[in-house]
T-cell receptor, first 115, second 113 residues
Framework: GAVVSQHPSRVICKSGTSVKIECRSLDFQATTMFWYRQFPKKSLMLMATSNEGSKATYEQGVEKDKFLINHASLTLSTLTVTSAHPEDSSFYIC???????????FGAGTRLSVL | GDSVTQMEGPVTLSEEAFLTINCTYT??????LFWYVQYPGEGLQLLLK?????DKGSNKGFEATYRKETTSFHLEKGSVQVSDSAVYFCALTPNSGNTPLVFGKGTRLSVIA
C-alpha cells in the first residue's frame, strides 16, 4: 500500500525553540495532506488541511502563526511549531490521500516534548 | 457537527476470545466509515471501510457492518490473537470528497496468551 513517511518520530526541545516536522508521500502524489494532533487518551483532532501550492486551512482554535504549514510540493508538507512551549507537547500525525476521495494513509507520528 | 463515539478501553481479552468494539456516529448525509488500527510505535493503518448502508467491511478476520438505522459500525472478530493488541480507531468522512477524518477516541485492546 501507499507509504507516508513522517520525520522525526520523536523530538525533545527547549521552550522557545522551533521544531519542524516533515510529512512525505513516498510513492504517490498528494495534493492534500492533513495534520492531526493527539493528546494522551484522546482522539486525533484535525489541526489543518494542507493544500499543495496554496495556504493551509486551519481549524477553529488552531493558531496559524504558531503552527506554520508549508506544502511546497506534491510529496512534501511540513509543520513548524514556532516558539514551542510545554503545552505544545503532543503527538502530531499527518495523513495524505493519493487522489480525491481516496483512502488516507498516515505517517507514524511525531512525539514532541517541550521542556 | 459530525462525531464518532466508541467504547472506552482498555479492553483485555484472552487469546481466541470474541471481540466487539462498539462505534456509533452522528453525521449529516451519508458518511463513509472506517476502522483504523495503530500498533505500538507505528502510524495508523486502515483496517477496513464501508461507504454505504449495509456494506460490510472485512480484513484480517475483522468485520464491521454499516448500520444506518442504528448509526453504528461495530468492529468484531471471532477469535483474537496476541498480535491483534493495538489501539483501534473508528472514523468517518462526511462526504466522498478529499476531506479529513473525524475520529473516535480510540480503544486499546490487549490480548493475552
Amino acid at each position: 500500500g501507499a507509504v507516508v513517511s513522517q520525520h522525526p518520530s520523536r523530538v525533545i526541545c527547549k521552550s522557545g525553540t522551533s521544531v519542524k516536522i516533515e510529512c512525505r508521500s513516498l510513492d504517490f502524489q498528494a495534493t492534500t495532506m492533513f495534520w492531526y494532533r493527539q493528546f494522551p487518551k484522546k482522539s486525533l483532532m484535525l489541526m489543518a488541511t494542507s493544500n499543495e501550492g496554496s495556504k493551509a486551512t486551519y481549524e477553529q482554535g488552531v493558531e496559524k502563526d504558531k503552527f506554520l504549514i508549508n506544502h511546497a510540493s506534491l510529496t512534501l508538507s511540513t509543520l513548524t511549531v514556532t516558539s514551542a512551549h510545554p503545552e505544545d507537547s503532543s503527538f502530531y500525525i499527518c495523513s495524505a490521500s493519493p487522489q480525491t476521495g481516496a483512502i488516507q494513509y498516515f505517517g507514524a507520528g511525531t512525539r514532541l516534548s517541550v521542556l | 457537527g459530525d462525531s464518532v463515539t466508541q467504547m472506552e478501553g482498555p479492553v483485555t481479552l484472552s487469546e481466541e476470545a470474541f471481540l466487539t468494539i462498539n462505534c456509533t456516529y452522528t453525521a449529516t448525509g451519508y458518511p463513509s466509515l472506517f476502522w483504523y488500527v495503530q500498533y505500538p510505535g507505528e502510524g495508523l493503518q486502515l483496517l477496513l471501510k464501508a461507504t454505504k448502508a449495509d456494506d460490510k467491511g472485512s480484513n484480517k478476520g475483522f468485520e464491521a457492518t454499516y448500520r444506518k438505522e442504528t448509526t453504528s459500525f461495530h468492529l468484531e472478530k471471532g477469535s483474537v490473537q496476541v498480535s491483534d493488541s493495538a489501539v483501534y480507531f473508528c472514523a468517518l468522512t462526511p462526504n466522498s470528497g478529499n476531506t479529513p477524518l473525524v475520529f473516535g477516541k480510540g480503544t486499546r485492546l490487549s490480548v493475552i496468551a
